[in-house]
């Protein structure tokens, strides 16, 4: 059974600073894996998909990277703002689209 | 991306009533939808998978009687919450994919029951 873990649970950062999100994931075997913002009482922003045969996904000055063989993935956020607060969740596809989420990353981004 | 919309953002009920829950993807067709629900300070768990024109196939300890998924097109799933109770108060989001395997999300919904 696929199981998802991300850690640290909650953060918190001075704006500016870099800061690396963790994923890790039990099976290998999977189709592609999402991260996630979600804002306090709403829905689900996609960040960034990356496939399994990918290593890595960039947008602007998030990045994410995968290491399929190892169950892990990271989410890089380059020069943090307080707008980048939120929870951020991994979730990894292992087939069908069915999403197996982590429990989040709580980001807070002081000013 | 594609957009999914989800209605109503929030409802609150009374115990015993039903509630229905919409879910549209409104720039692509969706073939499949997934239902999943979310507590407080708690990570999303998938309630059920719908395709369209066919039965939804539900996860383990998911009551199907309680949540009534129907997909009657490409572009529209609902969840129907029936009786409901105060310990199905949380927050349900819908999510849908065409042959795309990327994942988009609807807006969500809370759901009060008192």
């Known amino acids: 059974k696929q199981e998802v873990t991300q850690i640290p649970a909650a953060l918190s950062v001075p704006e500016g600073e870099n800061l690396v999100l963790n994923c890790s994931f039990t099976?290998?075997?999977?189709?592609?894996l999402q991260w996630f913002r979600q804002d306090p009482g709403k829905g689900l922003t996609s960040l960034l998909l990356?496939?399994?045969?990918?290593r890595e996904q960039t947008s602007g000055r998030l990045n994410a990277s995968l290491d399929k063989s190892s169950g892990r993935s990271t989410l890089y956020i380059a020069a943090s703002q307080p707008g980048d607060s939120a929870t951020y969740l991994c979730a990894v596809n292992n087939q069908g689209g069915k999403l197996i989420f982590g429990q989040g990353t709580e980001l807070s981004v002081k000013p | 991306g594609a957009v999914v919309s989800q209605h109503p953002s929030w409802v609150i009920c009374k115990s015993g009533t039903s509630v229905k829950i919409e879910c549209r993807s409104l720039d692509f067709q969706a073939t499949t939808m997934f239902w999943y629900r979310q507590f407080p300070k708690q990570s999303l768990m998938l309630m059920a998978t719908?395709?369209?024109?066919?039965?939804?196939?539900?996860e383990q300890g998911v009551e199907k009687d309680k949540f009534l998924i129907n997909h009657a097109s490409l572009t529209l799933s609902t969840l129907t919450v029936t009786s409901a109770h105060p310990e199905d108060s949380s927050f349900y989001i819908c999510?849908?994919?065409?042959?795309?395997?990327?994942?988009?999300f609807g807006q969500g919904t809370r759901l009060t029951v008192v």
């Open positions: 990356i496939q399994s045969s990918q």
């Open positions: 099976d290998s075997a999977i189709y592609n």
């Open positions: 719908s395709n369209e024109g066919s039965k939804a196939t539900y």
């Open positions: 999510s849908a994919r065409d042959p795309d395997p990327e994942a988009f």
